[in-house]
């Protein structure tokens, strides 16, 4: 089975409301991690069959902050928020076939200093096996990018450290305007305890942002969410009913001994039950 994780930098999500909806249904993404979102406390974004999870940034304002939409199909939980001024996060735990596996989306604000610790101590939170994508701001040669900065330095020395890896398209992924500005590699994911050999990477150019999309695909088996079972469906008819409920219930019934209230207890489950089938029409 193939898991499509999608990472990308919305550069203000509210604006892509429409688009982004449309690509994951288009695409069959599974989960998406969205960096920029620009939400705030009044922002409101929802779509049917996935559910999603935001970090705003701390002064709660509309700039930076996170995102992650996943398919409701899959079992997953919310891991946690990662809020500060130099790295906001949003992240979930799934269950595949190995066991507990955190997917964080990250966003991690240019103006910052960022050391090695604080990047292993960010990494130290999402536990012993992990992705995090996003944009990272951070170019370092290894991964891709045109250029090395104190950023990096410091993340390839977290990485080394911990035993991470990275992820990346070495490919650009950042397609500023500004001619004084050179396009370069910011969108890559880190991971820890996942065989290289399961992830294939692929960069994409089907949004509209200055950030291009890049597309995980991670070869593994995720746990499904089981559905309740459930009695009714949409297509109840509750007039029907309620008149079939009206029209024979028996409700004088002698009820002095435990046999009598169990067996009573037990008809009644079968009458609700029948007729919850008789007003049902099927699909």
């Not at 991690?108 to 610790?117: G, L, Q, S």
């Amino acid at each position: 089975m193939q898991l499509k994780i999608f990472l990308w930098n919305a550069n203000g999500l509210a604006q892509h409301t429409e688009e982004v909806k449309n690509y994951i249904q288009h695409r069959q993404v599974d989960i998406m991690l969205i960096s920029e979102t620009h939400f705030t406390p009044r922002s409101y974004f929802k779509t049917s069959n996935y559910a999603i999870y935001d970090t705003e940034h701390p002064d709660g304002t509309a700039h930076g902050g996170t995102a992650i939409l996943i398919k409701s199909c899959i079992k997953h939980y919310l891991h946690g928020h990662y809020n500060l001024e130099h790295l906001e996060a949003t992240s979930i735990t799934v269950e595949d076939w190995v066991g507990p596996l955190t997917i964080a989306a990250i966003d991690c604000p240019p103006k910052h200093t960022i050391k090695a610790e604080q990047f292993q101590h960010f990494y130290t939170s999402l536990g012993h096996r992990f992705l995090a994508g996003g944009d990272y701001n951070a170019k370092y040669t290894h991964w891709g990018s045109q250029l090395i900065t104190p950023r990096g330095r410091e993340l390839l020395k977290a990485l080394q450290k911990d035993n991470l890896m990275y992820v990346s398209t070495g490919e650009p992924t950042y397609w500023p305007s500004h001619k004084r500005k050179v396009r370069d590699l910011l969108d890559f994911s880190i991971t820890k305890g996942i065989p290289m050999h399961s992830i294939q990477v692929v960069a994409g150019f089907d949004l509209s942002s200055d950030h291009s999309p890049v597309l995980l695909t991670m070869h593994t088996r995720v746990t499904p969410q089981n559905r309740p079972p459930t009695l009714t469906s949409k297509t109840v008819d509750w007039v029907t009913f309620q008149t079939y409920i009206n029209e024979n219930l028996t409700l004088q019934v002698p009820l002095k001994t435990d046999w009598d209230i169990e067996d009573y207890v037990h008809h009644l489950i079968k009458f609700v039950q029948q007729a919850a089938w008789f007003s049902t029409t099927p699909p």
